[in-house]
């Protein structure tokens, strides 16, 4: 004959204590759960086998422990790294994670936040925020808890790298190797990520006294296409970089496409930073220097944003870290202009 689950009510005169006790005490989001009777609860808990309904008790709270997260697209590795990171996180607070994607189109995050929240979840997280983006705004108002995660427009609660910081990271390196004529590559414009990449390496060649010129910024999408594409045009001419900073890997490694089928060597004939640091890029063969984003902290961050609303300060910036390769070699003479 199978037995009877352990219910709440046997944890609790197990434990000599009220019904409500031990309900506390069970509940991770108490803080007052610490105390050495909500141990003793949760020891008991243990001993006898007893399982936390937190489907049930979600539903007396009128809660669903599910959190929508919006992604622009699966296909790129920081996306679905960062959804994973997110997953890990909410499960470790007992919430559930469901995503959608919009390819980073206004109209689709839109559609995607309002099914997300037509099946009840308990709030948003959006890798999707554009600078132009009137969803955050909207979300606001209407009162819907919300964190804005990798991307920021400035004033709802986000978890993201310190991208400035980042981008001088990567153009300080070059320029500590001896380049001047430094090229930047970098996604599109609506992307807080772009432009504060962009801002933190013209900082770090301002303040080394060396020129940006207009002709060697490119600014345009984060896929690997576009990253070719733009180094085939820098390198085209008859001046060209001694290096490029990419402002995400996968740009980085179609500027590295680039340069190869123009027969130049990695790391030799011309430098190449990229950023976040995917795992592929300490696997190729010239490994690629790209700046490290802790997704795991960012992610953990967003997570406590959400479920503990009115932290300060609402936007935090987790501090990104470089990671010299072989592409990063020194700068040569007769290379360049």
């Known amino acids: 004959m199978q037995q009877a689950p352990v219910t709440l009510r046997d944890v609790a005169a197990a434990s000599g204590v009220s019904l409500s006790t031990a309900s506390r005490a069970l509940d991770d989001r108490n803080p007052r759960a610490r105390s050495a009777t909500a141990q003793h609860v949760r020891k008991v808990a243990e001993e006898l086998g007893y399982r936390r309904n937190t489907f049930a008790a979600s539903l007396r709270r009128g809660e669903t422990r599910t959190l929508g997260v919006l992604v622009p697209r699966l296909s790129d590795t920081v996306m679905a790294l960062t959804f994973e990171e997110l997953e890990r996180a909410a499960a470790g607070r007992e919430y559930f994670a469901m995503v959608a994607t919009s390819g980073d189109d206004p109209e689709d995050e ?21 600078l132009d983006d009137s969803l955050p705004k909207h979300l606001r108002e209407r009162g819907v808890p919300h964190v804005l995660v990798l991307r920021t427009d400035g004033v709802s609660p986000s978890s993201l790298g310190d991208d400035e910081v980042g981008g001088y990271l990567a153009a300080r390196h070059l320029l500590d190797l001896g380049h001047r004529e430094i090229a930047v590559v970098t996604g599109p414009s609506f992307t807080s990520t772009a432009v504060a990449r962009l801002a933190g390496a013209r900082r770090a060649l301002a303040e080394a006294g060396v020129d940006l010129p207009a002709e060697w910024v490119r600014a345009g999408s984060y896929g690997m296409d576009y990253g070719m594409a733009a180094g085939e045009e820098l390198l085209a001419g008859g001046t060209r970089p ?6 995400n890997d996968n740009l980085a490694l179609g500027v590295v496409t680039a340069a190869g089928r123009r027969g130049l060597a990695i790391g030799r004939d011309l430098a190449v930073v990229g950023y976040n640091d995917i795992p592929l890029a300490a696997r190729l063969a010239t490994p690629l220097t790209s700046v490290h984003v802790p997704l795991e902290q960012i992610a953990r961050t967003a997570i406590d944003l959400i479920t503990e609303p009115g932290r300060s300060p609402e936007i935090r910036k987790a501090m990104p870290t470089l990671m010299p390769r072989a592409s990063s070699g020194p700068r040569r003479e007769g290379l360049g202009r």
Request: hydrophobic share 55%.
């Open 110 to 130: 839109r559609r995607a936040a309002e099914t997300l929240l037509g099946r009840n979840v308990d709030g948003l997280i959006l890798a999707t925020a554009r």
């Open 242 to 247: 001694t290096a490029v900073f990419a402002a």
